[in-house]
């Protein structure tokens, strides 16, 4: 440390022999200074001096090098800081690997140990006969070797403590043993930046998932945190602790009874009786774990209850261990049995999938604890002055409702309504004054809202042969090619101040939509977003409504490495207040995959959908290479839309709501087909990169002017004539994007790399405008070598920070831009490059 300040010193230029010892006070004044304004400039510090009397006898040459040792002895602190949080990580995580080796070294040698000792079987074993005495022997013997039933268990309280520890014991063996086969979650690789540890059973009973991770909590606050399943679960719906008891040890016995909510309306709700123990070990590890309690005798039971069906948690839990240095080393294990036959054959996968239940409770669960730590450890104010705690409400707000709404109990005030002669629509309606969230419906302007009942429509659909994420990142980046404009006009009227009328279906569709990305999680699994739908000018005739319509939206899932990814698309329309406890009424999309393998899509699957979709000759925009993706999947996705309405308008809703659920189901359809590989494989001239002659003519330019104005190649030699120049461009490692001279830059064109970086496609690139993917740094940065770049032709930019579309942040080295001259030599478009970028 006395090194590296001594070598800062000398670099900010002190003065040879030249020290100044400065006394208590002037070092206060100093830092309180500093807190103000770490970086003054020469006038400032100036103006320090006459202001503090303390300071009189430094000169200003001295204020400025105290102030840069200052800046340096902080910038050494954090980056102190910053590897010692590195290195405890590193450290907890080798503890955790050492720990899986060995684990997977026991496994090895009992596996090895069994192969030995059925190859000594075989080898002992005789041939069998053929009389009928032999064939009865063998029979009975595999009669004999069947697990006998087991008989009901004790529930009373002895009983109850006894039940727990061998639970316990079951569990340990389950999270640190080998009682369960264990393989690690495709796509899922341990490392300092992974989540943790994940891996999924194989070959056991149920489904099964375990997770192993560092979290930055201690172990009480994430028993704390595990144990409120329905703050991090979001298909818990209820958790009721019936009973709670102590043990002479110190630890505690709860009977639970929770319920989960049904991810689709094809399938009915799960719910649980169960227990739960929490203890301390003897080397202060806490646990928890829990089991059901379905098979039990002289105790409390459950009996069944209408519209679940009750399903075990086996042996399950969380083991939390203290860490050095503060946080915890966490073990999860999730172990259920779903009851897969109580749903349709060709929903199963959903219930006996390890890997979405990994997905959507062990994983998320340890999400959830990291998400938190990290608020606590750097707390921020994120979209809409709102802080991450609040966001996540939201979030959680939004996913409550929408699985209320596909589930719809009739505890909840959920009633059917008959059918209009077709079934693929349900129509439900909720006149409960619950529904909305039991928020104030009073606004600023003095007017409650004249909507007190809440219909929904619903249906579910089997897509095949399109990847989830793919389609509901369609979904998300093109509404105009699915949602209509009067029927978001009527839902956004519904929850401001004054009546509306009935919406009519428009011809037109919006002009574009604004996205502002509020919150990431950790992970960037989910983000949440406003949306403002343009040009509803032609609505301010006949409802009262402002300029524009804001909608609130929550999506996850759009990775399609990822394995067992539930992808959703949730949206509710809110006021321009935006109020903590204004009424949410969320519609949205929810797919669910059926097949368990992972699917290799490239990013770019949905770049040429728009052509597709267009009457006319294929292969007019540019797309990308569909060949690889020519694998089968299979999903279940479920639609439900929400509309508040007045009692007496009921009959007219519900027809306009069928009709809309309709028209929507027939689009994703239209979509998913355009989507499938063996609809983009059939189609000529879509091949990647883009074919245009427009493609090729730009990516000639591109080449031809960086070379006159930065005097190399851009690309290596290239023969073959244009079409070889552009496959190089567009499978350059390095992010290319063009932008178009206009008054507001957009985007025109960007190589494959870019398309990545942005996370866009073709189609939706046009849309992204040069200064919405810079920070206000790099906006400045930017605007001040524009000028540069029209005169000398380029200029070079340093390292910085960007926006991706969705609003992740990305980091790049250095960036070049030049000027795109066409043929006659004028200029055509600016050519970006950002080299060695990365997601932050």
């Keep these: 440390m006395m090194a590296v300040t001594s070598s800062c010193k000398d670099k900010l230029g002190m003065d040879s022999g030249k020290y100044v010892r400065y006394t208590p006070e002037q070092v206060e004044a100093l830092e309180r200074l500093y807190h103000e304004c770490p970086k003054p400039s020469s006038l400032r510090r100036q103006q320090l001096i006459r202001e503090c009397p303390i300071l009189s006898n430094i000169e200003p040459k001295q ?36 720990e899986e080796n060995d684990r997977l070294q026991k496994q090895v040698s009992q596996l090895v140990y069994e192969n030995s000792f059925f190859r000594q079987q075989t080898l002992t074993a005789t041939l069998p006969t053929t009389d009928n005495n032999s064939c009865e022997s063998v029979v ?27 639970t316990l014991t079951e569990f340990l063996s389950k999270a640190t043993g080998t009682a369960v086969e264990w393989v690690q979650m495709p796509g ?48 818990c719906r209820t958790v009721d602790v019936l009973n709670v008891m102590s043990t002479g040890s110190g630890g505690t016995i709860e009977l639970l009874y929770m319920q989960l909510y049904a991810p ?42 209408q519209s679940f069906v009750r399903a075990d948690i086996l042996p399950s839990g969380y083991l939390i261990r203290p860490c050095e240095g503060g946080g915890s080393i966490i073990h999860i294990v999730d172990h259920m049995d779903l009851e897969p036959w109580s749903v349709p054959e060709v929903l199963r996968p959903l219930y006996e999938s390890s890997a979405l239940l990994s997905q959507r409770t062990t994983m998320a669960a340890l999400r959830h604890l990291r998400q938190i730590s990290q608020e606590i450890s750097h707390p921020t104010v994120t979209g809409w002055g709102r802080r991450p705690a609040a966001l996540r409400t939201l979030g959680q707000r939004l996913s409550k409702s929408f699985n209320e709404a596909v589930n719809g109990f009739t505890d909840e005030g959920w009633s059917m309504l008959e059918s209009d002669g077709m079934d693929d629509v349900t129509v439900l309606v909720n006149s409960s004054p619950n529904k909305l969230m039991g928020a104030n419906l009073s606004y600023a302007n003095g007017f409650p809202s004249m ?26 980046e093109h509404r105009s090619e699915w949602a209509d404009s009067g029927i978001d006009a009527y839902s956004a009227a519904a929850v401001k101040a004054g009546p509306c009328s009935i919406p009519v279906t428009r011809t037109g569709s919006f ?8 919150a990431h999680t950790i992970e960037h699994e989910e983000f949440m977003e406003v949306i403002r739908l343009e040009s509803m000018s032609h609505y301010q005739d006949d409802m009262m409504m402002p300029g524009g319509i804001f909608l609130l939206q929550l999506c996850n899932g759009v990775d399609e490495n990822a394995v067992g990814t539930c992808a959703e698309l949730m949206f509710a329309p809110i006021d321009a207040s935006f109020a903590d406890d204004a009424p949410l009424l969320p519609s949205g999309f929810r797919i669910i995959p059926l097949d368990s393998k992972a699917e290799a899509s490239s990013p770019n699957r949905t770049l040429d959908l728009a052509s597709t979709l267009e009457v006319g000759p294929a292969g007019t925009r540019p797309t990308g290479d569909y060949s690889k993706n020519s694998g089968c999947t299979k999903s279940v996705m479920t639609i439900a839309f929400q509309f508040s309405f007045e009692i007496h308008l009921q009959e007219n809703i519900a027809a306009m709501a069928r ?85 507001l830059p957009v985007f025109t064109f960007a ?54 579309s969705m609003g992740r942040p990305i980091s790049y080295e250095r960036a070049v831009a030049w000027k795109v001259l066409n043929e006659e030599e004028d200029p055509h478009c600016i050519c970006f490059m950002f080299i060695n970028w990365s997601f932050v």
């Design 751 to 804: 190589n494959e790399a870019g398309l990545d970086m942005l996370e866009t496609t073709l189609v939706a690139l046009q849309d992204i405008t040069l200064e919405k993917i810079f920070d206000d740094n790099g906006r400045k940065a930017l605007f001040s070598e524009l000028p540069q770049i029209m005169q000398q032709g380029f200029a070079s930019l340093q390292g910085g920070i960007c926006i991706s």
């Design 451 to 476: 909507s007190s009942t809440v219909l929904c429509a619903k249906a579910s659909m089997l897509l095949q042969n399109v990847p989830p994420a793919i389609l509901l990142r369609f979904l998300r």
């Design 63 to 98: 204020i400025k090098v105290w102030f840069q040792n200052r800046r340096c002895r902080e910038k050494q602190h954090k980056e102190s800081s910053r590897l010692q949080a590195v290195n405890r990580k590193l450290t907890a995580m080798n503890k955790l690997l050492m």
């Design 188 to 235: 899922m690789k341990p490392g300092p930046d992974s989540i943790g540890i994940i891996a999924i059973s194989h070959g056991c009973s149920g489904v099964a998932s375990r997770a192993c991770g560092l979290v930055g909590l201690e172990p009480t606050r994430v028993a704390e945190i595990l144990k409120d399943r329905p703050s991090w679960f979001r298909d």
């Design 264 to 305: 689709t309306t094809l399938a009915p709700a799960r719910d649980f009786w169960l227990m739960r123990y929490t203890s301390v070990m003897e080397d202060g590890s806490l646990v928890v774990c829990e089991r059901s309690l379905n098979n039990t005798q002289n105790g409390p039971s459950m009996p069944p209850v």
């Design 140 to 166: 009975t013997s595999g009669q004999h070797n069947l697990t006998p039933q087991r008989p009901p268990r004790d529930a009373s309280p002895a009983g109850l403590l006894s039940l727990a520890e061998e």
């Design 511 to 518: 002009g574009g939509q604004i996205i502002l990305p509020l």
């Design 659 to 743: 009709q809309y659920v309709r028209s929507i189901i027939s689009s994703v359809q239209r979509v998913a087909l355009a989507l499938s590989p063996s609809r983009i494989s059939s189609l000529p001239g879509l091949r990647s990169p883009p074919g245009t002659p427009e493609a090729h003519t730009l990516a000639r330019w591109i080449c031809q002017s960086y070379r006159f104005f930065l005097g190399v190649d851009l690309l290596k030699s290239v023969s073959g004539g244009s079409e070889s120049i552009l496959k190089e461009i567009w499978d350059h490692s390095d992010a290319l994007m063009c932008c178009s001279l206009k008054a």
